[in-house]
């Protein structure tokens, strides 16, 4: 179990840092000091690696969400938070790892979109009852039809035809974007919050 998460750690790192195509197998085996032979008792082949990072990523991913939700003293914390973390990932990410995964292995990059978007609906609509709860977003929003919105509108982001890396940071990109929806979602008592204990625009370029 210990070789295999320093395998799946590893090669995160490696893809995020390389680019997924241009990192062999060889490649990983000589970073972790292993032969290819324990490599392939661990992972069927490149494709079975790749599907293996994805989930365990997800994973975290989704206990990195918990954690900031627990975390935070209300709603719109609770949402620039998760807007922080992402713009944080998103910055991490290198430009051809998405190309890579979305050419060369649909099936894997299939797997994570429908996860991501199970789980960013869930956690933004929660977000979303949250807030209205609490009298920080509008009472007269579909908590439904804005995460949905909100999940659709993040797939533009990476979307190469719409946002070409060569004049857009992906940070800065995920910046506006939040921007714009909590603007869209606050109620009178959420902005008058954001003014007297917030500064919105510096938090997210942090």
Request: hydrophobic residues 35%; charged residues 30%.
């Amino acid at each position: 179990m210990e070789t295999k998460e320093k395998i799946l750690s590893k090669s995160e790192a490696l893809f995020l840092r390389y680019g997924i195509r241009s990192v062999t197998m060889d490649d990983i085996a000589r970073e972790l000091g292993i032969s290819k032979k324990t490599l392939y008792q661990i992972v069927d082949n490149k494709a079975d690696l790749i599907k293996k990072v994805l989930l365990k990523y997800i994973e975290e991913e989704r206990s990195s969400m918990l954690e900031i939700i627990q975390s935070s003293g209300n709603a719109i914390e609770e949402m620039l938070n998760i807007g922080q973390h992402i713009t944080q990932v998103l910055r991490k990410l290198k430009p051809t790892t998405l190309f890579d995964l979305q050419k060369y292995y649909p099936e894997s990059w299939q797997m994570v979109r429908a996860l991501n978007q199970e789980h960013v609906y869930s956690v933004i609509r929660q977000n979303l009852e949250k807030g209205i709860s609490q009298a920080f977003y509008r009472s007269n929003l579909n908590a439904d039809i804005i995460a949905r919105l909100y999940v659709g509108k993040t797939h533009y982001l990476v979307n190469e035809d719409f946002f070409p890396l060569r004049n857009y940071e992906r940070g800065e990109l995920y910046r506006e974007f939040i921007l714009y929806h909590m603007h869209g979602i606050l109620s009178e008592k959420g902005r008058e919050w954001i003014r007297t204990h917030h500064c919105m625009e510096s938090k997210s370029k942090n």
